[in-house]
């Protein structure tokens, strides 16, 4: 059963900081990419960083740039969110994302998180 789980999540105050964690179990895969997106009560779902095994490119977006850092642990089959500085409108529910292939391939493959949440609050 693939799987991504994801932990992490909670109450900071602004300018706080916490570490998010996805750990992906039951496949075995060569290249793909792996990251982060967040959802916002009221507001589209938004990608936030992502990093590719092909090349190690790293994707974040403009909102985090500077803030956030994504990691991986390769042996653990695990990548981390590092959040700093965080504001209250990062406050959103975080949903862990792998991707292999393709959408129009017969070999895509596309794994789902059920979601942490982060809330940025005095």
């Known amino acids: 059963q693939l799987q991504l789980v994801e932990s992490g999540g909670g109450l900071v105050q602004p300018g706080g900081s916490l570490r998010l964690s996805c750990a992906a179990s039951?496949?075995?895969?060569?290249?793909?990419?792996i990251g982060w997106f967040r959802q916002a009560p009221g507001k589209e779902r938004e990608g936030v960083s992502y990093?590719?095994?092909?090349?190690?490119?790293?994707y974040y977006a403009d909102s985090v740039k500077g803030r956030f850092t994504i990691s991986t642990d390769n042996a653990k089959n695990t990548v981390y969110l590092q959040m700093n500085s965080l504001k209250p409108e990062d406050t959103a529910v975080y949903y862990c994302?792998?991707?292999?292939?393709?959408?129009?391939?017969?070999?895509?493959?596309?794994?789902w998180g059920q979601g942490t949440l982060v809330t940025v609050s005095s």
């Open positions: 039951g496949f075995t895969l060569d290249y793909y990419a």
């Open positions: 994302n792998l991707e292999h292939g393709s959408s129009d391939t017969p070999g895509y493959l596309a794994v």
């Open positions: 990093i590719s095994t092909s090349d190690g490119a790293t």
